[in-house]
Every structure is written in C-alpha cells, then in structure tokens.
Antibody, heavy 124, light 108 residues
C-alpha cells in the first residue's frame, strides 16, 4: 500500500525559504500514470493546490504561487520536494503531499493517497 | 481560474438522515469533479472521482452525480463516522486545480 510522509522545518522566518520533502514508500515514484503534488491548508481554511511534478521531471505550478515555488524529484531516494521562497505569515499552513492518479484515456485525475500533513508556521 | 462553490457551507444532521451537498463550477468542467472527506486533524480522503465513480473501499452509501457545472454528493444514510468536512475539486483545468470551500457536516 502506497504511503507518503512529509518532513521538513516546522518554523520558517519571514522572507526565508520553506523546504519540505515527501518520502514515498510501498511504490515507485517513477511509475507511469501518476504525478506527485503538494497541497496546503491554512489553519481553519480550505485546500489550495500548489503544484505537481511528473516522474520525468516536468512541473506545473499554481499561477498564484508560480514565481516562488520549485518542486523537484529525487528518484534514487523515491521522494519529491517543495521549496517556497520569500515566505510570509500568509504561507502558514498544513502542507500535504499527495499522489495524483492520471487516467490519460479518460482525461481524468484525482489525488490519492495523501500524506498525513505537516504544519509549517512562518514567524520571526 | 475555475472557481468552485459549495452549498451549504455547513449543515446539521442526525444519524440515518439522507444528506446532499452541492458543488458548482464557474464554467463547464464536464465530469472532471472529485469529492474528498476530511476529519479534524487528518488528511483529506478520496470518496468519489470523475463525478460519480466510487473509490475502492468507500461505503456504498456515498454517491456522486452531475456534469457540466452542477454536481452533488449524497450520503444515503448518515453514519456517526461521516461527520466531517467535504470538499469538491475540479480536475478539468490541469494547470490550476481548485477546491471548493468545503461543507461541514455535524451532529444535530
């Protein structure tokens, strides 16, 4: 059974860079038919998609965050990572990693499973 | 971006009730609509994908319908473990996925 686990700094100072890693177990990050996503949720609020990466390394980012986001993949470690630069208090959120199932024939896709999430607080 | 709205934003219901949650997209998204359940302190869990397909392992009391701009999630007989927040998500715009604001279902 595929499992995802986020890790990284839980406290980041304003203007610095947030860095998180998602370790994938129970399956290969290089498997076809999937992309690997980051999604966040500010405390008490809804969900915001940040971006995703294919095993090939192709990336797609939320236009509202694009200038500050980098997602990368390390196939040797079976993990992928998120960097968000120039953070402010508005970036305080629980950050989730998730696998995106992509069904090319039906042109449909969904997020499953998700990691448990990790809270990142931006504060001096 | 495609905007997603949900109604109601919250509802109170009793065990055994039939519950319906509505999700509306700002433009047609065909059937590219997914539903997730989130319990406090937990990650979202996929319930329904492609508007009406039940994810493996999800109880059959959950069902989804709709296409175009209007979608519904129905719980046919609410169970104690169903009290949670439900989110819809469009996968039509693959360069900008968006979620609805959520519907919180709590105990009456």
């Amino acid at each position: 059974q595929l499992q995802l686990q986020e890790s990284g700094s839980g406290l980041v100072k304003p203007s610095q860079t947030l860095s998180l890693t998602c370790a994938v177990s129970g399956g290969s990050i290089s498997s076809g038919g999937y992309s690997w996503s980051w999604i966040r949720q500010p405390p008490g609020k809804g969900l915001e998609w940040i971006g995703y990466i294919y095993h090939s390394g192709s990336t797609y980012y939320n236009p509202s965050l694009k200038s500050r986001v980098t997602i990368s993949v390390d196939r040797s470690k079976n993990q992928f990572s998120l960097k968000l630069s120039s953070v402010t208090a508005a970036d305080t959120a629980v950050y989730y990693c998730a696998r995106e199932v992509v069904v090319v024939v039906a042109a449909t896709r969904w997020f499953d499973p998700w990691g448990q999430g990790t809270l990142v607080t931006v504060s001096s | 971006d495609i905007q997603m709205t949900q109604s109601p934003s919250s509802l109170s219901a009793s065990v055994g009730d039939r519950v319906t949650i509505t999700c509306r997209a700002s433009q047609s998204i065909s059937s590219y609509l997914n539903w997730y359940q989130q319990k406090p302190g937990k990650a979202p869990k996929l319930l329904i994908y492609a508007a009406s397909s039940l994810q493996s392992g999800v109880p059959s009391r959950f069902s989804g319908s709709g296409s175009g701009t209007d979608f519904t999630l129905t719980i046919s007989s609410l169970q104690p473990e169903d009290f949670a927040t439900y989110y819809c998500q469009q996968s039509y715009s693959t360069l900008a996925f968006t979620f609805g604001p959520g519907t919180k279902v709590d105990i009456k």
